[in-house]
């Protein structure tokens, strides 16, 4: 079993902003969870009761093995497996740029969360403008992947987020955005690299997607 230390928040700034939203022993179902360390890490900080929710082979085998409880599934089928307003919070952390279904699975989050935090990179970060005005498609240490072999098939800005919460009747609670592990709050969306966004529903009834 993988052991996380204080090391992990250097290491992954990213755990640690999500982390200083969640309140101690809270239910939390991570989508595309990967092998489980952001649900071990908040096992061992806020002893909350995680799910994940993985469709890799390999990476529900790390889940095992780092005690996390895992579902195989694929995020684009929905939740339907989960009821209303089953978990405190729901995560998607830097997944929803790889999402088909993104309006989608925001409203299912929704549904099954009373609370969702999303991370992203910014695709509006002036590093990525300036490549597309170069002709090129971004690549860097916050989108890696070069344009003929990316998951990523749903770039977005801070403001694209923003608009999609709106359509999705989301309450925007807290944004952070971040350059690596710094706080960024002057011209966020031009200078910032990863966003976080913790929201709720507007109406406190949730309503399915599955129809």
């Given at each position: 079993?993988?052991?996380?230390?204080?090391?992990t928040?250097?290491?992954?700034?990213?755990?640690?902003?999500?982390?200083?939203?969640?309140?101690?022993?809270?239910k939390?179902?991570?989508?595309g969870?990967?092998?489980?360390a952001?649900?071990?890490?908040?096992?061992?900080?806020?002893?909350?009761?995680?799910?994940?929710?993985?469709?890799?082979?390999?990476?529900?085998?790390?889940?095992?093995?780092?005690?996390?409880n895992?579902?195989?599934?694929d995020?684009?089928?929905?939740?339907?497996?989960?009821?209303?307003?089953?978990?405190d919070?729901?995560?998607?952390?830097?997944?929803?740029?790889?999402?088909?279904?993104t309006?989608?699975?925001?409203?299912?989050?929704?549904?099954?969360?009373r609370?969702?935090?999303?991370s992203?990179?910014?695709?509006?970060?002036w590093k990525?403008?300036?490549?597309?005005?170069?002709?090129?498609?971004?690549?860097s240490?916050?989108?890696?992947?070069?344009?003929?072999?990316t998951?990523?098939?749903?770039?977005?800005?801070?403001?694209d987020?923003?608009?999609?919460?709106?359509?999705?009747?989301?309450?925007?609670?807290?944004?952070?955005?971040?350059?690596q592990?710094?706080?960024?709050?002057f011209?966020?969306?031009?200078?910032?690299k990863l966003?976080?966004y913790?929201?709720?529903r507007q109406?406190?009834?949730?309503?399915?997607?599955?129809?």
């Amino acid at each position: 079993m993988v052991t996380l230390t204080s090391s992990t928040a250097a290491q992954r700034p990213d755990f640690a902003a999500i982390a200083n939203w969640i309140k101690p022993n809270s239910k939390i179902l991570d989508l595309g969870c990967g092998d489980g360390a952001l649900l071990k890490y908040l096992q061992q900080k806020h002893r909350i009761f995680g799910f994940g929710v993985e469709i890799d082979d390999a990476n529900v085998l790390g889940c095992l093995r780092n005690g996390i409880n895992v579902i195989q599934s694929d995020l684009e089928s929905g939740l339907s497996g989960f009821a209303d307003n089953s978990f405190d919070y729901v995560i998607l952390s830097q997944t929803l740029q790889a999402m088909k279904h993104t309006e989608r699975i925001i409203r299912e989050m929704l549904r099954v969360g009373r609370e969702g935090i999303v991370s992203f990179p910014n695709f509006g970060h002036w590093k990525n403008r300036l490549q597309v005005i170069q002709g090129h498609m971004p690549v860097s240490d916050a989108l890696p992947y070069h344009w003929y072999d990316t998951p990523n098939i749903h770039l977005c800005t801070l403001g694209d987020f923003e608009n999609l919460c709106k359509q999705c009747d989301a309450k925007i609670l807290e944004r952070r955005v971040m350059k690596q592990d710094r706080p960024i709050r002057f011209l966020p969306n031009l200078r910032g690299k990863l966003a976080f966004y913790r929201f709720e529903r507007q109406n406190k009834s949730p309503k399915s997607t599955q129809d």
